[in-house]
């Protein structure tokens, strides 16, 4: 008891005082009345919206990076991180306290995962931000439509010289760096534990996107977000685009269900606190 309340007293002689902290209760697997509520819809809008201009302005990017690389005049493969991981700062910052700033079916699916959303608004998200970037990779090719059917669309495919099986790889880790760095911006008992620390959510998430993205770029031009890969295969339309689509699918799923496992069960030992739970309970 004395040591608990020098601990207190510690605490307030630094400016700071730890919150209560809670586990919130799970998502509920279906939750019907959520199609009765006004801010589902507006989140589907935020995450399509998000989607949309995030396909864009990277898409774009990425054509006026292979456009202008003959001419020295290319923002490169370090401009086209700083696109990407820029642009997922800046949605997140924006839709999060709408929709919570998803932008990427893995998210979506690892959160649904960690029990954070029900299937409904998983299922829905996922198909807005589908759309989303299928929408925003169709306004770059109608603003650049000789330079994007010439430079590839900004379509992934997996390059020369890297197999399949490499690809797969360079998606799942890539994509487990990111949904681990969700999980962990955005864990409840990190803003408690450390709420005399402010800690920008979208940044750390932006900064995964950017560090995978120069990792990665060469190897499959960087998914990690379902949405992302199948919106500019849907509008550039070749053959090839379409032969490694189920890798930018697999592979980011398969990531985001390891991050949410790691964090989860492992990290935050939901698993064994739920037996802890079981054992000392009389009645059970």
């Known amino acids: 008891m004395a040591k608990e309340g020098g601990k207190e007293m510690q605490e307030q002689q630094q400016g700071f005082v730890a919150k209560d902290y809670k586990d919130p209760p799970p998502a509920p697997l279906v939750d019907i009345n959520e199609f009765k509520l006004w801010s589902f819809y507006r989140a589907l809008i935020a995450e399509f919206i998000a989607t949309l201009l995030f396909l864009y302005i990277t898409i774009a990017t990425v054509i006026g990076h292979s456009r202008n690389k003959a001419d020295c ?11 990407f991981g820029g642009m997922i700062f800046v949605l997140v910052y924006c839709t999060a306290g709408i929709s919570g700033g998803h932008i990427n079916p893995a998210v979506t699916f690892g959160l649904f995962l960690a029990r954070k959303v029900s299937l409904p608004r998983a299922v829905m998200y996922m198909i807005a931000q589908c759309l989303g970037a299928i929408c925003g990779a169709g306004l770059v090719k ?26 797969l790889a360079a998606e799942i880790i890539g994509t487990f760096v990111l949904v681990y760095t969700v999980f962990s911006a955005t864990d409840p008992k990190r803003s408690a534990r450390d709420s005399h620390v402010p800690v920008l959510a979208p940044l750390p998430i932006g900064f995964a996107v950017f560090m995978v993205h120069l990792a990665t770029i060469p190897i499959t031009g960087t998914g990690i977000n379902p949405a992302r890969s199948f919106g500019a ?28 496992a790691y964090h989860q069960h492992i990290l935050r030992a939901t698993a064994i606190k739920a037996l802890g739970s079981f054992r000392s309970n009389p009645q059970v």
């Open 73 to 83: 005049g290319s923002v490169g493969v370090l401009g086209i991180a700083w696109s």
């Open 142 to 167: 109608a603003f650049q439509k000789p330079y994007y059917d010439r430079y590839g669309g900004g379509a992934n495919v997996v390059a020369h010289g890297y197999t399949k099986g490499v690809g």
């Open 233 to 260: 295969a849907v509008i550039y339309g070749h053959k090839h685009s379409w032969d490694d689509q189920w890798i930018f699918w697999v592979g980011p799923m398969v990531g985001a269900a390891a991050a949410a």
